[in-house]
């Protein structure tokens, strides 16, 4: 469960007060989610979702996270509104953390999306670079490959220990990643979400009804974010390609924004990276997180597999593209 703060009675009156969304009817916390603690907050004026950013989340960056969902839902693309206090400002403080009011958004996560939903998600992530086409904010990806041999320094014991002989093959992803990036500046940039796994995105019937989660929110290429989809949608039970699901997300995607030919190449190139990427935040937490944590490490192992794929793919065809 992800709730590390409680919130008292007091506190939440005290800091209601601060609003005009109006008083407490029903608060509780939310199990789900890893790194904040969210609680679900109905007032006399709808339903709301209270974050309170804990350790992980750099204060330094949250009115970036802001901005950025103030623009996507002005732009009338659902996520989360930030609702801002009394005072005009969204970002308060509750219990001394941080503490952020966002509107609540209505749907589904799929437990194991099916082609049609990978294909409804794949036109409105292309939906979602359009409308963040003009948002001039940058934040630089701080889990883009030059922090992947940071993470992986001093781990390959671990990796050892989980799969014999998966440290050398991760050096050689590591070599060959880091090998072709020069490619990648060529490639059309934008805002990203970098995490849009099924439990970040909410479905209704069938049809995407919103994101949630833009906190590792940065600018990078366009293609890398369908990269993190194809990832995070298209692999069954974590480890086979299901090609007709990677065929309809990237359908989806081009009926809104065709991929460029330069995209279409190195789309292996931009898979394997994103596989690399949660593989290596997934051995980290594997190691780091302690025994008596309330939330359990997920599986790196999945991701390894996901890499064994992507090492044999040639082309964007490979994934149905
Ligand atoms: N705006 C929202 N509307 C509805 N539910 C939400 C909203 N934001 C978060 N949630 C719920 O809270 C859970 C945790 O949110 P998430 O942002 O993934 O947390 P974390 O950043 O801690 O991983 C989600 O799985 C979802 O159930
Ligand atoms: N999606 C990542 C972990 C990040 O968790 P989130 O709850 O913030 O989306 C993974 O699966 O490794």
């Given at each position: 469960m992800a709730v590390y703060t409680q919130v008292s009675d007091d506190a939440l009156e005290a800091f209601l007060d601060g609003y005009d969304i109006g008083r407490p009817r029903s608060f509780k916390g939310i199990a789900e989610g890893v790194e904040n603690s969210n609680y679900y907050l109905e007032t006399g004026q709808g339903r709301f979702i209270l974050t309170?950013?804990?350790?992980?989340?750099?204060?330094?960056?949250?009115?970036?996270?802001?901005?950025?969902?103030?623009?996507?839902?002005?732009?009338?693309?659902?996520?989360?509104?930030?609702?801002?206090?009394?005072d005009g400002a969204p970002l308060q403080t509750l219990e001394g953390r941080p503490a952020l009011v966002v509107t609540f958004l209505d749907g589904?996560?799929?437990?194991?999306?099916?082609?049609?939903?990978?294909?409804?998600?794949?036109?409105?992530?292309?939906?979602?670079?359009?409308?963040?086409?003009?948002?001039?904010?940058?934040?630089?990806?701080?889990?883009?490959?030059a922090s992947w041999p940071l993470l992986w320094e001093g781990r390959s014991q671990t990796a050892e220990e989980l799969q014999p002989g998966l440290?050398?093959?991760?050096?050689?992803?590591?070599?060959?990643t880091a090998k072709a990036r020069p490619q990648s500046p060529h490639l059309?940039?934008?805002?990203?979400?970098?995490?849009?796994?099924?439990?970040?995105?909410?479905?209704?019937?069938d049809k995407f009804s919103g994101a949630i989660d833009f906190y590792f929110a940065c600018t990078d290429a366009l293609a890398y974010d369908l990269a993190v989809c194809l990832n995070s949608w298209a692999f069954?039970?974590?480890?086979?390609?299901?090609y007709s699901k990677g065929a309809a997300m990237i359908a989806g995607y081009e009926s809104v924004r065709p991929l460029e030919?330069?995209?279409?190449?190195?789309?292996?190139?931009?898979?394997?990276?994103?596989?690399?990427?949660?593989?290596?935040t997934r051995l980290v937490d594997w190691t780091d997180?302690?025994?008596?944590?309330?939330?359990?490490?997920?599986?790196?192992?999945e991701y390894a597999d996901r890499l064994a794929f992507h090492r044999q793919a040639k082309s964007a065809a490979d994934y149905g593209g």
């Open positions: 309170l950013f804990e350790r992980r989340a750099d204060p330094k960056d949250l009115p970036y996270f802001i901005a950025l969902k103030q623009h996507l839902a002005a732009r009338g693309f659902p996520c989360p509104a930030p609702v801002p206090a009394r589904l996560s799929p437990k194991r999306p099916n082609a049609a939903q990978c294909r409804s998600m794949g036109e409105a992530l292309a939906r979602m670079h359009a409308a963040l086409s003009d948002f001039v904010q940058v934040r630089e990806n701080a889990l883009g490959p440290a050398a093959l991760i050096e050689d992803d590591l070599a060959e059309p940039r934008g805002t990203i979400h970098a995490d849009l796994f099924p439990d970040n995105a909410f479905f209704l019937d069954e039970d974590g480890r086979e390609y299901n030919e330069a995209e279409r190449a190195v789309l292996p190139l931009l898979c394997r990276g994103a596989a690399l990427r949660f593989f290596m997180t302690p025994a008596d944590a309330l939330v359990r490490p997920k599986n790196p192992l």
